[in-house]
Each structure stands twice: as C-alpha cells, then as structure tokens.
C-alpha cells in the first residue's frame, strides 16, 4: 500500500489493568496489562508492515495511552518522534462509576441506566461527563491542533481512549447522535483517515489487528 500524505491513524490503548477488572476507568490512571503491552507492540508491527510511519504523535495525559504511544513508535522504529500530550484527549471522566466494575453500578442504579449513561450522546453520569461535553473540549483541540498538521501534508499518530475516540469518529464520519451509541473500539483497535488539503475526510480504512488469547 502506498501512504498517502494528509494521514491520521486513530488508536484506542492497549488493555489496562482497569479493563481487565471490567471496571470504569474514566480520568483514573491505570497503567497497561501485560496484554496491554503485547497488543500496543502487535499494533505498532502491524502499522510497519502496512507501510506506515508519522511525522508526529498525540496522545492524552493518561498513562495507559502515553505507553500505548511508546510502544507503537518502538515497533515502528520511530521512537524520538515528537509527541504531544493534551488532557483534551484524556478519557471521559466517569464521576461516581469510575473504579467500579459494570456488576456493581447496575446493581447500583440500574442496567438501563447505566447503559445509557455508557451509550447516549448526552446522559451524564453522576459527578462526571457525557459523550457530548468529552467532545466539546475534544473537537476544539482536534481542529485547532490536529487538523492544521494534515492539511499541512502530515501523517499523524493520535493514540486516545475509547470515548475520546468515539467523539473524534463521530465528527469525522459526521455521524449522528443515536448512530454514535453503535460505535465502539476495542483496545488497540485502528482506523486510518486520508484527507484532502481543506481537511476533508476522502477515505477511511479500519486496520485488522489480531491478538491471540492465551487463555483458549
């Protein structure tokens, strides 16, 4: 495959140790599973055989994305590559879910409820954010940092976080409120988005990555 310039490859972190206790990570700072770290290095080798490679990277402030990042550009052999940090792209902050597994908060408030302060664009969770204010300070800093960079011809690197991520695709692929609920990314899943110089989305492809499960 021959790279286009105008590149941003999208990717969800590695599983952390709050994913493997099911629990609401939120703005808590888990670091990765030892799994975390195979699927981060297995996405990074994937990008390599692809052909990719980044002029520069952006990443939250949250550990499980900061190592994310490390390891993809390691794999890549692009380790000194410059990165930026933004709380921007941190997580949606969970308020009173957070660091409680999906057992106890339905027993706590309710599967239904629960699942539409998980899903809807505009529920907000006690003492936390919803979809829709983790965008409004996430788009801003996509469109004022991001977006110049591939319209100046950069191939960008933005490791995030499942929701963080669920409102960049929702704007990038100018999807609704309810189609955004179906949205979802699996740890260390990615999608590549090629632009044209207005910063216009021309095409779209997911990258398979194939984790194999020691435990079967």
């Not at 999906?102 to 969770?125: H, L, M, N, Y």
């Amino acid at each position: 495959m021959r790279l286009l310039d105008r590149t941003l490859v999208i990717v969800r972190h590695g599983q952390s140790l709050d994913n493997e206790r099911d629990l609401f990570s939120g703005i808590r700072d888990p670091d990765l599973t030892a799994r975390g770290v195979e699927e981060a290095e297995i996405a990074g080798n994937r990008l390599r055989e692809l052909g990719f490679s980044f002029d520069l990277a952006f990443t939250s402030e949250l550990l499980r994305a900061r190592r994310t990042t490390n390891l993809i550009l390691s794999a890549l052999g692009q380790s000194a590559l410059g990165i930026r940090r933004s709380s921007a792209l941190n997580e949606r902050d969970y308020g009173e879910l957070a660091g409680l597994n999906k057992r106890e908060s339905q027993d706590r408030w309710g599967s239904e409820q629960v699942r539409i302060w998980r899903k809807s664009f505009d529920a907000v969770p006690p003492g936390g954010e919803s979809l829709a204010m983790t965008a409004d300070r996430l788009i801003p800093y996509y469109r004022d940092e991001i977006e110049p960079q591939l319209r100046d011809g950069k191939r960008v690197l933005l490791v995030a976080h499942g929701n963080s991520l669920r409102a960049l695709i929702m704007y990038l692929d100018q999807i609704g409120a309810d189609e955004v609920a179906e949205v979802h990314l699996a740890t260390a899943q990615m999608q590549a988005y090629h632009f044209d110089d207005q910063g216009k989305v021309i095409a779209k492809q997911s990258i398979i990555v194939k984790i194999t499960d020691k435990t079967e």
